[in-house]
Nanobody, 118 residues
Framework: QVTLVESGGGLVQAGGSLRLSCGAS????????MGWYRQTPGKQRELVAA???????AYADSVKGRVAISRDNAENMVYLQMVSLKPEDTAVYYC????????????WGQGTQVTVSS
């Protein structure tokens, strides 16, 4: 099994920046993709950013141009750099990892709160 632990959330003012970190308990080379999702009360968890094993990145339209996902395979870390934060970015942010064949497992971190004040 895999444990994912997020950190870096907090309270920031609109226009501020945060870098979220996700550490994995095993090599992230085995994941076909890793990503960041966010969720607010009453809403479904939504994709913020994802990075595939080959390096392809995907971003939600709402954050495109303001966030960047990256990974450090040697340190088993995935990061989400966020700039120009807006109040609507307020959510619990979750780290996600997916394995490929043969198990096709999905793992989630416990979440880290991001609050952007206006």
């Amino acid at each position: 099994q895999v444990t994912l632990v997020e950190s870096g959330g907090g309270l920031v003012q609109a226009g501020g920046s945060l870098r979220l970190s996700c550490g994995a308990s095993r090599s992230i080379d085995r994941f076909i993709s890793m990503g960041w999702y966010r969720q607010t009360p009453g809403k479904q968890r939504e994709l913020v950013a994802a990075i595939a094993s080959g390096g392809t990145r995907a971003y939600a339209d709402s954050v495109k141009g303001r966030v960047a996902i990256s990974r450090d395979n040697a340190e088993n870390m995935v990061y989400l750099q966020m700039v120009s934060l807006k109040p609507e970015d307020t959510a619990v942010y979750y780290c996600n990892a997916r394995t490929g064949s043969p198990d096709w497992d999905t793992y989630w971190g416990q979440g880290t709160q991001v609050t952007v004040s206006s």
